[in-house]
């Protein structure tokens, strides 16, 4: 069955509410685990668009104990 534009858009939606999630949480367990989050770190993971990139952050920031521990690249 072919897709309709009504179905890509909610794709689309669905895809971009999960990538603010997991950019919530993130920043949620940085907050948690390091303390004071600065401006410049959280307008970087605003800017990131890739699900796995945002998991492979989401895996470092469980055992950082610094903003050092995190690879952004």
Excluded: C, H
């Excluded at 993130?26 to 970087?44: Q, Y």
Aim: hydrophobic fraction near 40%.
């Amino acid at each position: 069955m072919a897709k309709t534009m009504a179905d890509v858009y909610i794709e689309q939606g669905e895809k971009r509410g999960e990538i603010q999630a997991k950019r919530d949480i993130f920043l949620k367990l940085l907050d948690l685990r390091i303390g004071d989050i600065p401006e410049t770190v959280s307008k970087k993971v605003s800017r990131i668009r890739s699900r796995s990139r945002l998991d492979s952050l989401l895996e470092q920031v469980a055992t950082a104990k610094t903003l050092d521990d995190i690879k952004w690249n």
